[in-house]
């Protein structure tokens, strides 16, 4: 029987001891590509982890090695303390819920959820009760005879997640689950799924591409790149504190603006100069010296109008471009490479071709090495 599987009737929200994951130098070579590398994380128990990047930066392969779908090249992991390399997947006290459902057609409801159990021959009573707990728990009573064609997108996730629960799992797996609704439905499932953890209590890894989604369900991100970690946690440090300009790049909607500077010393302060504009930041915030050039990011939001013109700071050029957000307008002024956004209210709109000026909060910004992309904040700078 499974480790996730316990005779003997127990209540859903049961809190999973010892279900800390823990990876050591895991890699992943198909041949002789290596396409994870050295991936080390410790998931504590019942938190909520996400694994957040762009296609093909290896987020669903390391969940499948988590998992014993993928084996595993190199490395150690460690699931509630026992090494779990070789066991066979459903040995390892874990549910998985897939982007796909993988719901069987020809069953009920009512059936797909206790597959598992009747698989592994535990008591029907047994298999009624915990189908009446994880029904109630995610609002699936009425549903339970139908078959799944006849439910929704969101309702056939619901049942997916059902079959998983129903396991009392050490770990939850969830690999893109949302990937298939549409907005609004997505955006109901993730407080959805929100509310689950915070009932279960279950140590969760969750994969995604979606950066909304992984910022607001997560404790912690992992945030990967072509197969390694570019930065670990929590959604407040990743979103203030990114530790390259890739991070500060792809964390953000609308995104950071990323801008090369000339870098001159002025005695006080630092002084950045590119073809739109000039900042002025604080030496005590950034190690700049020595240095010649530097990526500037800041956040659209962080962008202010600025009347005067005379001024020998801010960013100045026409408007090449106007998105309306609603009570937000997302403005891009400049030229080329050097093209900037900036957010602002919908009712301060200019017009294409107006030429507008900004002026960058210096609390906000952000500097990066042109040739690593590594932040050049100092180490003891408080988070905003």
Same mark, same amino acid.
């Given at each position: 029987?499974?480790?996730?599987?316990?005779?003997?009737?127990?209540?859903?929200?049961?809190?999973?001891?010892?279900?800390?994951?823990?990876?050591?130098?895991?890699?992943?070579?198909?041949?002789?590509?290596?396409?994870?590398?050295?991936?080390?994380?410790?998931?504590?128990?019942? !938190?909520?982890?996400?694994?957040?990047?762009?296609?093909?930066?290896?987020?669903?392969?390391?969940?499948?090695?988590?998992?014993?779908?993928?084996?595993?090249?190199?490395?150690?992991?460690?699931?509630?303390?026992?090494?779990?390399?070789?066991?066979? +997947?459903? #040995?390892?006290?874990?549910?998985?819920?897939?982007?796909?459902?993988?719901?069987?057609?020809?069953?009920?409801?009512?059936?797909?959820?206790?597959?598992?159990?009747?698989?592994?021959?535990? +008591?029907?009573? #047994?298999?009624?009760?915990?189908?009446?707990?994880?029904?109630?728990?995610?609002?699936? #009573?009425?549903?339970?005879?139908?078959? +799944?064609?006849?439910?929704?997108?969101?309702?056939?996730?619901?049942?997916?997640? =059902?079959?998983?629960?129903?396991?009392?799992?050490?770990?939850?797996?969830?690999?893109? +689950?949302?990937?298939?609704?549409?907005?609004?439905?997505?955006?109901?499932?993730?407080?959805?799924?929100?509310?689950?953890? %915070?009932?279960?209590?279950?140590?969760?890894?969750?994969?995604?591409?979606?950066?909304?989604?992984?910022?607001?369900?997560?404790?912690?991100?992992?945030?990967? &790149?072509?197969?390694?970690?570019?930065?670990?946690?929590?959604?407040?440090?990743?979103?203030?504190?990114?530790?390259?300009?890739?991070? =500060?790049?792809?964390?953000?909607?609308?995104?950071?603006?990323?801008?090369?500077?000339?870098?001159?010393?002025?005695?006080?302060?630092?002084?950045?100069?590119?073809?739109?504009?000039?900042? &002025?930041?604080?030496?005590? &915030?950034?190690?700049?010296?020595?240095? #010649?050039?530097?990526?500037?990011?800041? &956040?659209?939001?962080?962008?202010?109008?600025?009347?005067?013109?005379?001024?020998?700071?801010?960013?100045?050029?026409?408007? %090449?471009?106007? !998105?309306?957000?609603?009570?937000?307008?997302?403005?891009?002024?400049? %030229?080329?490479?050097?093209?900037?956004?900036?957010?602002?209210?919908?009712?301060?709109?200019?017009?294409?071709?107006?030429?507008?000026?900004?002026?960058?909060?210096? =609390?906000?910004?952000?500097?990066?090495?042109?040739?690593?992309?590594?932040?050049?904040?100092?180490?003891?700078?408080?988070?905003?």
């Amino acid at each position: 029987m499974s480790p996730g599987v316990h005779h003997g009737a127990q209540p859903i929200s049961l809190k999973n001891d010892m279900s800390a994951i823990s990876c050591h130098n895991i890699i992943k070579r198909y041949g002789d590509t290596q396409v994870v590398h050295q991936f080390d994380l410790d998931v504590s128990d019942n !938190e909520f982890v996400v694994f957040l990047g762009p296609s093909g930066c290896g987020k669903s392969t390391i969940l499948r090695m988590l998992a014993g779908l993928e084996d595993i090249s190199g490395g150690d992991l460690m699931i509630g303390g026992q090494r779990v390399n070789d066991l066979p +997947p459903q #040995e390892r006290g874990i549910a998985m819920v897939f982007q796909n459902y993988a719901l069987y057609p020809h069953m009920s409801v009512r059936d797909n959820i206790a597959f598992g159990l009747k698989r592994l021959k535990v +008591p029907k009573a #047994e298999i009624d009760t915990r189908i009446k707990e994880v029904s109630d728990t995610l609002g699936l #009573e009425r549903y339970l005879q139908r078959k +799944p064609t006849e439910l929704s997108g969101g309702q056939q996730q619901r049942v997916a997640i =059902a079959r998983a629960m129903i396991k009392t799992p050490k770990v939850f797996l969830f690999d893109e +689950p949302l990937s298939n609704l549409d907005a609004k439905l997505r955006n109901h499932m993730r407080i959805e799924i929100a509310r689950l953890h %915070q009932a279960l209590k279950t140590t969760t890894v969750y994969v995604t591409h979606d950066q909304h989604e992984a910022m607001t369900l997560a404790d912690r991100i992992v945030l990967l &790149r072509d197969g390694r970690i570019e930065q670990v946690g929590s959604p407040r440090e990743i979103f203030e504190r990114p530790r390259s300009a890739f991070v =500060a790049g792809f964390i953000g909607t609308p995104p950071m603006n990323l801008v090369e500077m000339k870098v001159r010393d002025a005695g006080g302060h630092f002084e950045l100069t590119g073809r739109e504009g000039t900042v &002025r930041v604080d030496p005590r &915030r950034f190690a700049l010296e020595g240095r #010649e050039r530097v990526t500037l990011g800041i &956040r659209p939001a962080h962008m202010q109008a600025d009347a005067q013109d005379g001024r020998d700071a801010g960013f100045a050029g026409e408007v %090449q471009l106007i !998105e309306y957000l609603g009570n937000e307008v997302l403005v891009s002024f400049g %030229q080329g490479e050097g093209e900037i956004a900036a957010l602002m209210p919908s009712a301060d709109c200019p017009r294409l071709r107006e030429r507008v000026r900004f002026v960058a909060d210096p =609390a906000q910004v952000h500097l990066f090495d042109i040739e690593s992309g590594a932040s050049l904040l100092r180490a003891d700078t408080p988070l905003h």
